[in-house]
């Protein structure tokens, strides 16, 4: 077993934590003076809150979110929020009590009210054990339905927790109790699927510890949780985008950046692209719907200046469990002068690839190994990828101790690769290498066992996870060539303004704004699964998803299709299939389909990395396996919270 020690605000394995809190605690309260006055402005704010007669365990909920300590006796809080100064709360074992409710919080020196889970903003860090069952009951305790679905979580479809495919939902003054078989290891999170719960704070971050030893080593483990926090009512977020697609784009071009551009690419230059964005009615710094404008980044629900700070000790192996658990922000993640080794995505193990840099998109998950060679501080520092703000927290070998925060990059422009036209000018793609294709499947699919095929292979979660001792089920053999998909017609109208012309491979790329920026930026060509897939079929057939959207119009769909109008997938139970997905849209899309995993066709072959959410960028064509292993309705969406309400959603239906 890797030596695991407690660290603060993290996550630790044994929780025997009271005590140590308490100490750590004080630490902390003598560290007010690092902290801004837009902080403690957010403090007042809390003890307002708190001599009008809050409930104490709301209290410590408004202290997390300003991230300010007045006085707390924490031996005397109940069990759930003994915790430390700063994160969520732990909770372990295979039974799990959660209260959903309205909490009051104030991240930006404005008082809010979030949609907790047990008084905590992220919800608390369940720990469970591979091969046990769990039990999980949710009671909710806000005035309309709620739902929690266990992101990335190969469990039967009735408890997966989407209101209206696999349940109806948690009504009001309801509890219900979610029991599953935990049948997989790693990273993961959890959500709400009602509405835009998730926005108002609606999350939490999972860690299933192996059931046999976790071949990665490390001495102490933090997850960050990265999010975006607004205080305006997402409903009026939500109807901005649809009046406005750029509410929220304070960056379009000016009349400055057209002369500082004339004297950089000269005047024809210029002008033909100004005419070109026009003509795409488009604007090239659209990066990102919902920006810093009304966001305030979070890491494990502390703003910037809050400075959610972990502990180590010089040369330590810390492991950090990032999840991206923000409703609309794609985040670019390092830690100067630190390099990071990633060792798991989705919560599937790779081979060790080591960063300075790597692009979390929404829903994402991303375990890194850093070892802190000496007793100096380090920041972790998350900018969006539209460069409109960040996410910020400290590792540091004692409490005070804190490193600078680099300034944010330039913001990323969108090119003619992003608008589907291809590589043409070599813009974008410049020298890199171009990814290998994916390798040939087998040609005898014998390796997946044919004698004794069961048809009755198949039920609740027949292929495991990967992992070191991967057991393959024995399954019919597919032979020949997978039926090709149907063909799409895509035209221009009001669902769709753009077609891509000529979509691109651009797995090998570490995405808009992070070319050339001179540090090792991770790319979805760089994941290796550390095992081989437990399913060696070749697919039996191809299915092929256009993303579409009208950015003007903020409406968003498959196939040109939103959701209301769209039938279902459906695919047989048992069968292999390869979707292959085309971007016509200049926005990043992280796609992600529940229930089933998503093995990305990465030029890894037998060892392409099992994934719950797939970022496929603006212009690109990719593709990916799944094996319809689990029968039932399973949601397929975009995970950019406003794209799935506008429309790109589909039922996957397994039968
Ligand atoms: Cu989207």
Redesign the pocket.
């Known amino acids: 077993m890797p030596r695991t020690k407690f660290g603060v605000g993290g996550c630790e394995h044994k929780p025997a934590l009271t005590l140590v809190a308490q100490s750590r605690l004080e630490v902390r309260l003598t560290s007010f003076d690092t902290i801004s006055d837009g902080l403690l402005s957010a403090s007042r704010g809390s003890r307002d809150r708190v001599s009008r007669g809050i409930t104490r365990r709301r209290f410590v909920q408004g202290v997390l979110a300003g991230g300010v300590i007045a006085s707390l006796d924490l031996s005397r809080l109940p069990a759930l929020a003994q915790k430390t100064a700063s994160g969520p709360p732990l909770l372990s074992g295979n039974s799990f009590d959660l209260v959903v409710e309205q909490t009051p919080v104030n991240f930006t020196g404005r008082p809010s009210v979030a949609t907790a889970v047990n008084g905590f903003v992220p919800g608390p860090i369940l720990r469970m054990r591979e091969g046990d069952t769990v039990t999980i009951s949710v009671a909710n305790h806000l005035p309309v339905d709620t739902s929690i679905h266990w992101h990335g979580f190969r469990i039967p479809s009735d408890m997966d927790g989407v209101p209206g495919l696999s349940f109806a939902g948690i009504a009001r003054n309801e509890t219900f109790v979610y029991r599953f078989p935990v049948k997989q290891h790693g990273t993961y999170w959890y959500h709400s699927h009602s509405r835009f719960q998730e926005q108002t704070g609606l999350y939490g971050g999972i860690i299933i510890d192996p059931q046999v030893e976790d071949p990665i080593e490390y001495d102490r483990e933090y997850v960050i949780l990265l999010s975006d926090w607004t205080d305006e009512d997402p409903e009026a977020v939500f109807s901005n985008l649809k009046q406005q697609s750029d509410y929220y784009n304070y960056h379009q071009r000016t009349v400055g950046t057209f002369f500082s551009d004339v004297r950089k690419e000269g005047l024809r230059a210029t002008i033909s692209d100004r005419l070109m964005w026009g003509r795409m009615n488009m604007n090239p710094t659209d990066i990102l719907d919902v920006s810093g404008a009304t966001y305030t980044y979070l890491i494990n629900g502390q703003p910037p200046a809050a400075n959610w700070t972990a502990l180590f000790q010089p040369r330590e192996r810390v492991r950090l469990r990032f999840i991206n658990g923000s409703s609309m922000t794609i985040f670019d993640v390092r830690i100067p002068g630190l390099p990071m080794t990633v060792v798991q995505t989705d919560g599937n193990d790779i081979e060790p690839v080591i960063v300075d840099e790597f692009r979390i998109s929404v829903a994402e998950t991303y375990d890194v190994i850093v070892q802190p060679p000496d007793a100096s501080a380090f920041t972790i520092f998350a900018q969006s990828e539209d460069r409109t703000g960040y996410a910020r927290a400290t590792l540091t070998p004692r409490r005070g101790l804190t490193a600078p925060v680099p300034p944010m990059d330039p913001r990323p422009l969108l090119t003619m690769v992003d608008m589907g036209l291809g590589n043409m000018s070599g813009m974008a793609m410049g020298d890199r290498p171009r990814m290998k294709m994916e390798a040939k499947p087998p040609s005898t699919p014998s390796a997946v066992g044919t004698v004794n095929a069961r048809r009755d292979g198949y039920g609740e979660v027949p292929f495991p996870q990967p992992s070191p001792n991967t057991t393959r089920p024995s399954v019919p053999a597919i032979a020949g060539k997978p039926t090709p998909p149907k063909p799409i017609t895509l035209r221009e109208g009001p669902q769709v303004d753009n077609v891509a012309m000529r979509p691109t491979e651009r797995l090998a790329e570490p995405g808009n704004g992070l070319d050339d920026n001179g540090r090792r930026v991770l790319t979805y060509a760089d994941l290796r699964a550390r095992y081989r897939g437990t399913d060696l079929r070749p697919p039996n057939r191809e299915i092929e998803l256009h993303?579409t959207?009208n950015m003007e119009r903020f409406i968003?769909g498959f196939n040109g299709e939103k959701f209301s109008s769209a039938e279902p997938i459906r695919l047989k139970l048992g069968e292999r299939v390869r979707i292959i997905l085309v971007n016509d849209?200049m926005?990043?899309?992280?796609i992600h389909l529940h229930g089933l995993w998503s093995e990305l066709e990465n030029g890894n072959g037998e060892w392409r990395p099992y994934k719950h959410t797939i970022n496929v960028k603006p212009g690109e064509r990719l593709s990916y396996l799944v094996s319809a292993d689990t029968p039932g309705k399973w949601a397929y969406h975009?995970?950019?919270l406003y794209?799935?309400e506008a429309g790109?959603f589909r039922t996957v239906i397994v039968s």
Do not use: Q, S
Request: glycine letters at 8%; one cysteine or more; a negative charge.
């Open positions: 993303l959207g968003w849209t926005m990043e899309h992280p975009c995970h950019l794209h799935m790109m």
